[in-house]
């Protein structure tokens, strides 16, 4: 009988194209209020999504506009208004408090192999102001990222405010000549300010998706004349992100992140010291917010302008952990903590905030609750919060089963993302009810999508072995989800892609995931494993890992799998296991530990050898703290370190691995230097273990080029099909 598994290249391309096609819808910004001759209110909702174009071999991001009538506390009709169109260029965008104006900061290649930054001014009608920033030569480039990047409009609209890397004295060599014709004058000037001897000098960098930014300064541009300047005052010891206009604009509040002795890699690490500060604009004074102990981020002030809500980790530890929420009021300088860390949680109660940022807009328009999602348990739910009890109420009871994302609230207009394994985005909006009415809360669809009917899925709740129970933190649970092609295999039982995912602290929601849903068109059941120590399941879950990575998380999952196989029609003779980073960590781990249960491996940019991983990495502390131990940046691990790093390692089990491996590294990756992989490749082939390397040029830790992302999938589904004997 003919398998139904998807067997063919060119119909498995074919597939990819068809998924990669459904675009991620990246954020939403609401215009303003337009009341009509006959009363009605209307507005617009810009929003902007991207979508892999594998022709192009690039993500492109395009723009589509929405208009929504509305009573101010329901919607009477909504729509879309004209077609999509590319945006090109944009690196950020923000529109003026009032909407009259929207600012855009765009790269353009005017020459060949030429690259400026112009920040942009534009009205409702044209295009009023261009300043070339690269030509002014204040300051380097423009972070444009979401670590550190900002662009924010001052109250009054007359000035912005974004973050760029300071500007460095020209270096040059000690043998450099000089020209006759710049022997005298305004050359001569410039040839004496360029410093001698430092060309070659290494200058730090925040490591990971963050290479080059090391110095980050607050610039701020005067829009009506058009001059830009680098606001001083702040400590030399800090690296400032996330700014914004303090009220009355009479100076600006920031993060800033401690930078010595040395920098540590920022991006999934919510536990680098950090602070809020402001800075006054008259006296170059800067000023402690918060505690300097902690690590601190997103800092969004409320529209009465009157409060700003933060949230707050301690430092080192775990690199994600349950946060807390915490509130600085800008008049009486009083912090108070409006949500705390939760230990534990009981069934269908909060489970704690874990969030890698706040909403841009999240306040509600009473300015005493905030709209916020994060993960709670293996789904990600929307929560508004009322800032001065510390209720939590859901606004997606009684919703589908899914994940839901707040991308933007404005007057009480909510603008959600929702998406689960089976169906791609969906934009939905509502009106955020008054306090203790949200659970009425009535969503619209802006932008539907039907969900895969070939895709079925659902969430799995187990409990560990008592053998496996951490005796420091027993009782704890965790989840899995089950991905399955709808229409089975027939009297054939399903081969099964086990997915764990990396961090380790991080978490699978019931979302949409390009990967998982593509095998499982292919005919592959795919199970997304969340182990103890994932986010979403209470604090206590997540301290409960440390110390205790590639024994904890690794019987998790092989107990995840082996109730699955006794649960579901899988079949245990077809059973591969795929991961990246520490996902990549756990699948190296179980072909060693368990090389009966899989006949097939897949592995993107692993952690190998955590000993010799410390010395390469931008995240040292992460391989001593999820070995168990203390990390303090003046200290180096002692032998017995090295040694219980080797031991909790993918590597102590390379003798017993069977199962063919398919490696793919990132050549750029920072995190997990792709000598990790190299070492395990050469390891394997020595012991005549079938194994194939992939080496992706010009990509990092998360393989996103769109060419690597694509060869990637082809190359694992070959793969899964060749040894599963599919």
Known sequence: MESPVLRSPEKIAALYRELSQWPSLCSACIGPEVTTQYGGKYCNVYTEWSQQDLERAESVKFCRQYLIFHDSQAIVYSGSSGTCSEIKGELLSRESPSGALKAVLRKASPGKGEEKQFLEIWDQNRKVKSINLTVLEKHGNVYEDDQFGCLSWSH??????????????????????????????????????????????YHDDWGEA???????????????????????????????????????????????????PFRLGLRHCTNRRSALFYVDLTGARCELLSDDTKAVWSPRLSPDQCRIVYLENGVLGPHQQCSRLRVYDWYTKVTSTVLDVVPRHSQGTFTGI?????????????????????????????????????????????????????????????????????CPPTLKVAFLPRAGQEAQVHWVCLEDVTPIPEISWAIHALQPAPDQENPQYKGID?????????????????????????????????????????????????????????????????????????????KDVQYCVEHMLQEEPLDSARVAVVGGSHGGFLACHLIGQYPGTYQACVARNPVINMASMISGTDIP?????????????????????????LHKSPMQYVTQVRAPVLLMLGEEDRRVPPKQGLEYYRALKARGVPTRLLLYPRNSHALSGVEAEADSFMNMALWLLQHLQC
């Open 156 to 201: 009054s609209e007359t000035h912005l405010l974004y973050v760029a890397e300071r500007k460095r004295p020209k270096a040059e060599s000690f043998f450099q000549s000089r020209a006759p014709e710049l022997s005298s004058g305004c050359a001569d000037e410039r040839r004496d300010k360029a410093v001698k001897g430092e060309q070659f000098v």
């Open 478 to 554: 965790f989840e899995a989800i089950l991905l399955q092609p709808s229409k089975g295999l027939g009297p054939r039982k399903l081969p099964l892609v086990v997915m764990p995912h990396g961090g380790p602290h991080s978490v699978c929601t019931a979302s949409w995931m390009l990967h998982p849903a593509a095998l499982c068109r292919i005919g592959f059941a795919v199970l997304l494993v969340n182990y103890r120590g994932s986010l979403g399941f209470g604090q206590d879950s997540v301290a409960s890992l440390p110390g205790h990575v590639g024994c904890q998380d690794v």
């Open 621 to 645: 502390d992460w391989c001593l703290t999820e070995a168990g131990f203390p990390y303090a940046p003046n200290t180096l691990p002692d032998a017995s370190h090295w040694a219980e790093m």
């Open 354 to 422: 874990y969030c890698p940022a706040l909403p841009g807009l999240c306040w509600a328009a009473d300015s005493q609750r905030v709209v916020l999602d994060t993960a709670q348990r293996s789904r990600q739910e929307l929560l508004v919060v009322e800032m001065l009890g510390g209720s939590v109420t859901s606004l997606t009871t009684g919703a589908p089963l899914g994940s839901w994302s707040l991308l933007a609230i404005d007057r009480d207009l909510l603008v959600a993302r929702f998406s689960t394994p089976s």
């Open 210 to 260: 963050l290479v080059g930014k090391s110095i980050p300064a607050l610039c701020v541009l005067d829009v009506e004349s058009g001059n830009v300047s680098v606001l001083e005052g702040v400590p030399e010891h800090i690296s400032p992100g996330q700014a914004f206009w303090s009220p009355g604009d009479t100076g600006v509040v920031f993060v800033g992140w401690w930078h010595e």
